[in-house]
């Protein structure tokens, strides 16, 4: 039963963390996640192109989150603290002027897209750098 195991032996580094979408280190073929062979500098060097869209996630947002356009600011708080955890006060202070701009879905959704998507796409193009 998994209530046994001891919470640290569950938990595993971001670094270490598998992607929804990403590869199977298997120690042979793929020695071990791209971005820490990229950060060891263990890849092939050749022009690369990295980048994901502004709103990538925002398809998702709706979707996987049962996100509707129309979110109300008390259901757009709770969805910030259930992605964010206790973080989510200074991810919407980041994301408000999306919220007032463009709405709370799309605050919502720029954050999730640069949390999943934006900030590991600048992680990656920087470590190949």
């Not at 060891?40 to 050749?46: A, E, L």
């Not at 998507?117 to 193009?125: F, G, I, L, R, V």
Request: glycine share 6%.
């Amino acid at each position: 039963c998994v209530r046994a195991v001891p919470l640290q032996r569950l938990q595993i580094p971001w670094s270490k963390r598998i992607p929804e979408f990403g590869p199977v280190i298997d120690g042979r073929i793929v020695a071990d996640y791209p971005l820490v062979l990229f950060q060891q500098g263990r890849f092939n060097k050749v022009p690369t192109i990295v980048g994901s869209s502004r709103c990538e996630n925002c398809w998702d947002t709706n979707t996987a989150w049962g996100c509707p356009h129309a979110v109300s600011d008390a259901d757009y708080d709770v969805r910030m603290a259930l992605i964010f955890g206790t973080a989510a006060p200074l991810v919407k202070a980041w994301y408000e002027p999306y919220r007032r701009a463009a709405g709370a879905y799309f605050a919502m959704a720029r954050a999730q897209s640069d949390f999943s998507y934006n900030c590991p796409q600048h992680s990656t193009a920087n470590a190949l750098a």
